[in-house]
């Protein structure tokens, strides 16, 4: 009795405590240090020059940077040019939270594409925080182990948890406003409604159709309140519960406001646009498709690069095996108040999904911050359908799986594996044989597989940018315009642009863009040098305007800079009035 009393009493005091409180975090420290480990190795073996947005946006936060030093924060948030001449549009809606975050990073630590990186590594690790979180408290450690691990090996979070893209940033704040409505009546509290006002206006100055992810969730949580104080009897805090979300509503449209109402036109325009570009839908294939085939494509594409057909099969058999056991009646683990959690985690998923169907912009990128909704489902149901012996070993073989998921979209070599069964190229060719040709989802992919693995060869845009200065400063220009030709992945003018800024030159860049023929001639006729790479672009205004160099004013000087595609990009300056 002596013996054993003592026992008992470190039984109750320690081993609980410390299993419960403190080791169930271990797996998520686990999971976010090899986030952090595999994207520091990622970017440390990337040579391949950024895209134009993310171009764009290292502009906006070298702008942000300027403002800051100079102390006219403000100035920032009004439209800025990107420095790419007449052809270059005014970017008033680009988002202005995450470059001022990053530019406040160059400050401390001096402006570098690594800095950027960093920002969005940091955010990649509060989403997964949270869909840990998130999945834990519906059924358990193990699922929010799960949760967090699925999420970083989706091919599309993978990839952009390591691009200077916004998504996992609005995906991390999105991830924290469904912890909060998990228990809905934590809105009850004034400071949970400020907090969740704060989280809903800084989104919408992440990106502008935050509203469409955090909307599903709200709307289900407050049905669920609603439903359940009917249930209860307690009809009296229903009012407090709608103050609270009129608190977050508020407070969300005060913060976001300043930006968005000076230009409220241009983004009902801007919105507008992506159901109806007629311009975008042609230039992407998909002008002539019918509604049922942007469908079809979108879902297509959805499975294999957002989620991957291992994933969408493991879950459909676990909610399978759930149904199974519910009809027998054993709920599991979460019962009916998981049941609810995770409605609200699907309506994180389903209503951006739902309206993108709609969309003529067939761009996964713009529903990626809905994807870990679905590796939260995903988790929660592999978790309750294996309750018993089989979870651990069943939790097990999903985490080796999405490690090597991750490692073979990060690191492959040969470009984007969806999964070690399936290459890209056999996408691409499954889709083009699906849809004849009517929707060009090639196009996305070979978009997303130039990001995914990490590329060493040297596109020689540092060489070149030098090269331009050195030649602008030796025709005694203080500023010289440079027309970029063609427009690619590797070689467009948000790549001169960002090196250019970080570089602090004198050099302004324009291109063909979307420019028509005439426009993009009239401008190469103004410009101070032209780049011009010879390749084979087939027809179009791009070679029109290749051939058209023999005929303007300008000379090649130098030697052409050899590409690693084998092609040569060569500088010619101007050498008469043009």
């Known amino acids: 009795m002596t013996v054993a009393y003592p026992v008992a009493i470190a039984r109750d005091r320690w081993p609980r405590p410390v299993a419960g409180r403190y080791l169930t975090w271990l797996p998520l420290l686990a999971v976010i240090v090899f986030c952090v480990a595999a994207s520091t190795v990622w970017l440390w073996l990337n040579k391949s020059p950024t895209e134009f947005d993310q171009s764009m946006y290292y502009v906006r936060s070298l702008d942000f940077l300027s403002e800051l030093r100079s102390g006219n924060i403000s100035g920032?948030?009004?439209?800025?040019?990107?420095?790419?001449?007449?052809?270059?549009?005014?970017?008033?809606?680009?988002?202005?939270?995450?470059?001022?975050?990053?530019?406040?990073?160059?400050?401390?630590?001096?402006?570098?594409?690594?800095?950027?990186?960093?920002?969005?590594?940091?955010?990649?690790?509060?989403?997964?925080?949270?869909?840990?979180?998130?999945?834990?408290?519906?059924?358990?450690?193990?699922?929010?182990?799960?949760?967090?691990?699925?999420?970083?090996?989706?091919?599309?979070?993978?990839?952009?948890?390591?691009?200077?893209?916004?998504?996992?940033?609005?995906?991390?704040?999105?991830?924290?406003?469904?912890?909060?409505l998990l228990r809905p009546e934590r809105l009850l509290s004034p400071f949970v409604a400020i907090s969740l006002g704060l989280l809903v206006g800084l989104g919408m100055l992440i990106r502008e159709n935050y509203p469409l992810f955090v909307g599903g969730p709200l709307v289900v949580a407050a049905g669920l309140f609603i439903h359940r104080e009917r249930s209860s009897r307690k009809p009296v805090r229903k009012l407090p519960f709608l103050l609270?979300?009129?608190?977050?509503?508020?407070?969300?449209?005060?913060?976001?406001?300043?930006?968005?109402?000076?230009?409220?036109?241009?983004?009902?325009?801007?919105?507008?646009?992506?159901?109806?570009?007629?311009?975008?839908?042609?230039?992407?294939?998909?002008?002539?498709?019918?509604?049922?085939?942007?469908?079809?494509?979108?879902?297509?594409?959805?499975?294999?690069?957002?989620?991957?057909?291992?994933?969408?099969?493991?879950?459909?058999?676990?909610?399978?095996?759930?149904?199974?056991?519910?009809?027998?009646?054993?709920?599991?683990?979460?019962?009916?108040a998981g049941a609810g959690a995770m409605w609200i985690v699907a309506g994180w998923l389903l209503l951006p999904y739902s309206v993108a169907w709609f969309s003529t912009a067939i761009d996964m990128r713009y529903v990626a911050p809905s994807l870990p909704a679905f590796a939260i489902l995903l988790a929660v149901a592999v978790v309750k359908a294996t309750e018993?012996?089989?979870?651990?070993?069943?939790?097990?073989?999903?985490?080796?799986?999405?490690?090597?998921?991750?490692?073979?979209?990060?690191?492959?070599?040969?470009?984007?594996?969806?999964?070690?069964?399936?290459?890209?190229?056999?996408?691409?060719?499954?889709?083009?044989?699906?849809?004849?040709?009517?929707?060009?989802?090639?196009?996305?992919?070979?978009?997303?597989?130039?990001?995914?693995?990490?590329?060493?060869e040297d596109w020689k845009v540092d060489e070149i940018t030098s090269s331009l200065d050195e030649l602008r400063a030796q025709k005694g220009l203080k500023s010289a315009k440079v027309f970029v030709v063609p427009y690619t992945t590797d070689v467009n003018t948000g790549i001169f642009v960002s090196t250019a800024a970080f570089r602090k030159l004198r050099l302004s860049f324009s291109g063909p863009g979307m420019a028509t023929f005439d426009d993009a001639l009239k401008s190469m006729r103004q410009s101070d040098f032209l780049l011009v790479k010879d390749a084979n672009f087939g027809e179009g205004d791009i070679p029109k305007l290749m051939q058209s160099v023999s005929r303007l004013p300008f000379r090649p000087v130098g030697n052409p800079v050899d590409l690693p595609d084998g092609s040569h990009m060569t500088i010619y300056e101007k050498v008469g009035t043009g």
């Open 244 to 336: 609270g979300l009129g608190i977050a509503a508020a407070l969300g449209f005060a913060v976001a406001a300043p930006f968005y109402l000076p230009k409220l036109a241009l983004l009902t325009e801007f919105v507008g646009s992506a159901y109806s570009a007629p311009d975008w839908a042609q230039a992407h294939g998909i002008a002539r498709a019918s509604l049922w085939d942007r469908w079809a494509a979108f879902t297509y594409i959805f499975l294999l690069a957002g989620t991957t057909l291992p994933y969408l099969l493991l879950t459909l058999g676990a909610a399978a095996v759930m149904a199974f056991r519910r009809a027998r009646g054993r709920r599991g683990t979460a019962g009916i």
């Open 76 to 180: 920032a948030l009004h439209d800025f040019e990107l420095g790419m001449g007449p052809l270059a549009p005014v970017q008033p809606l680009r988002p202005v939270l995450v470059p001022f975050l990053t530019s406040m990073g160059y400050a401390l630590l001096g402006p570098s594409r690594e800095v950027a990186a960093g920002v969005i590594v940091a955010f990649s690790a509060i989403l997964l925080v949270f869909c840990y979180l998130i999945a834990k408290n519906i059924a358990g450690w193990k699922a929010g182990f799960l949760a967090s691990l699925v999420t970083l090996s989706l091919p599309l979070v993978s990839v952009l948890s390591r691009q200077y893209y916004f998504e996992v940033p609005l995906a991390a704040l999105i991830s924290i406003v469904v912890y909060l």
């Open 388 to 456: 018993g012996r089989l979870q651990t070993p069943a939790t097990a073989v999903v985490a080796i799986y999405a490690v090597i998921q991750f490692a073979l979209v990060s690191f492959a070599p040969g470009g984007l594996r969806l999964d070690p069964f399936t290459t890209w190229d056999s996408v691409v060719a499954s889709v083009n044989q699906a849809f004849s040709g009517r929707i060009r989802a090639q196009n996305y992919m070979a978009h997303i597989t130039a990001l995914a693995s990490p590329r060493s």
